[in-house]
């Protein structure tokens, strides 16, 4: 089974990365731009790497990187030194996403999401009776049920 690697192109995604492929363990990197990987020593073409082009603040792209992994190390992140780098950039939801005014609590909202599917699909993909494509579906499938019950309860 495949581990889905953000932040590949940065220097500890890179090295989880290398650490993944010495195991032996395919990796599907996620990376805005691919000609980055070389920048940090890794060889896209190596056998065990497949590199999905896309961007964490665009929800179209990553449907495609997460289907059929075992288990993500998300590592990217966002440097800046002020306020104009997180508005640059020509993707539409990153530039909603970084907006200014856009509420703290719908960014903590949006890294609670990530972070609880990451331990639903870790939790659901360790069944034996589910396929792949099963443990994803069920594992989304409980983050709305999850977010459902809150909603009511507020």
């Known amino acids: 089974m495949t581990t889905l690697v953000t932040g590949a192109t940065g220097f500890i995604g890179s090295h989880v990365a290398s650490q993944l492929l010495e195991r032996d ?3 599907r990197l996620l990376v805005r731009t691919p000609a980055k990987l ?3 020593g890794i060889d896209a073409g190596t056998p065990g790497i497949e590199v ?3 961007d964490l603040l665009d929800p179209d792209t990553l449907a495609p990187a997460l289907q059929s992994v075992r288990r993500i190390h998300h590592l990217a992140g966002a440097i800046s030194m002020g306020r104009d780098d997180w508005t ?4 539409p939801a990153r530039a909603e996403a970084r907006d200014a005014s856009r509420p703290d609590d719908e960014i903590i909202e949006d890294a ?3 972070y609880l599917l990451e331990r639903l699909l870790d939790k659901t993909q360790r ?7 099963e443990a994803t579906r069920l594992a989304v499938e409980e983050l709305h049920a999850m977010r459902r019950e809150r909603d009511a309860a507020a």
């Open 38 to 40: 070389a920048d940090v």
């Open 88 to 91: 640059r950039g020509s993707s």
């Open 112 to 114: 609670l999401s990530r």
């Open 127 to 133: 069944r034996s009776d589910l396929s792949e494509e």
């Open 25 to 27: 363990e395919p990796v």
């Open 52 to 54: 999905a082009v896309g």
